[in-house]
Structure formats: structure tokens, C-alpha cells
């Protein structure tokens, strides 16, 4: 196995200030992304008002039992997008974490974007007769929600962390919001945008002071030929 490829979380300036004084990334929960399609199953070939129910409840039930143990950080492959500084690191004024580290791949997933949203299809699922084969089908839609967005997202370049909540080594509550710790030499860099207001010596003496002392400080700069954002 090579070494594992950089992977950037992209923060505001007062997120990324937070998260050099904790040295920890708060942690996400799938029910509250931005996207509305999070999650959310289609349907199609209802015909009984409980097939309606069903394929309602079915989805969210799984998404339920999923935050009772499991957690999401988000991260890019891409830091020289300036779409993706204009978005979710503050209009350049935030900061990208630069983590490299070799998860094993149950942990991490690399998202698949398609306009075939997944759709539970009764006219499918009623030909299923056996109980296993209804039970695959399910699964496998399941499947796709964990790791599959629109089309319309794959500027994000998007891979997801799977943080398991009950890991209490790593993982921590604090007023109804997890922290977690990344791995030991897993922070390689951290980028300032380069309008940030945070100052690189304020930025090293927090790392330093986490026990961070290898990962790097360094600001992103502007391209004088291309559209690229240079770190």
C-alpha cells in the first residue's frame, strides 16, 4: 500500500481557531448537512398509503440508529479549488486542515455523485418473494445513501471519516457535540486562507502547545497564471 493521499477539512476562521485551541474536529451528524437530499430516500410504485409510510420511516429509522453511534468528518482532495475556499473556508478568510493518514478503507469513503438519485421501488421490492432478497435489495439502497450525492457536488471532491461516538479514547462530548482527535502525525499542515486573519507565529504556538510540533504553517496564495489556489 502507497502512501495514503493528503485530504483537506476546510473551516472558518473562528472553527479552525477552535479547533487549534482543543487540537480535536468537532464532528458531524448526517441530519444536520446542508444537503436536503442527506439521507432521504426516493420512492416509487406506492400504491397502499402504508407503502407510503414505509418507504418514509424506512430511511429515517436507519439514519436514527446510525447518530446513536456514528459520527462524520468531511474532508476534500482537493486544496487548490477556490470554489471550495469560497464555500466553506469563509471566502478564503478560514483555513484548510491537511491530514494524511492510512485509515482502513471501513473508515473512510470516497463519495459518488450521480443524478440517479436511489429510489425505493415497491414494483421491485414485491417481486422479491424470498425474505433474504428483499433484505439485499434494502441494503444495497442503504448502500448508496451512505455514499452517493448529486452530480451538482463533485467539485467537493468529497471523502467522509466515520467516527465511532463511543470510541471515549479519542472521541468526546462536550455540551451535546462530539470532539475527536485525529491520530498522532496525521496533521501535516495547516493552510490560512489567504485573507485570514489568524497569524501564522498565533497559529504555531497552538500547535505547538497540542504536542503538534511537526505539522506545518503555511498561507495560501493566489495563482498569477491560472485559477488555482497555491498552498
Known sequence: MGDPIPIYRFLDADGALKTLVSGRFRVGQLSKFNDPFEWRLGFAGAVAPEEQKFAEDFSSAHLVWLESWMGILCFSDSVSDPVLWALYAQKHRGVAFEVRYPWPSGNIQQMRYSNERPVLDFNQLRAHRDPGAREQYLTSLLGRLMNQ??????????????????DRGRCQSRDGQYEWQLPDGSLKRVVLGFRCPLEEAAVRKLLDMNGLVDTKVVRAR????????IT
Open 149 to 166: 450525492k448529486s452530480l451538482g457536488f463533485s467539485f467537493e471532491r468529497e471523502y467522509r471519516l466515520h467516527i465511532d461516538l463511543n
Open 222 to 229: 493566489m495563482c498569477s497564471q491560472s485559477y488555482a489556489i
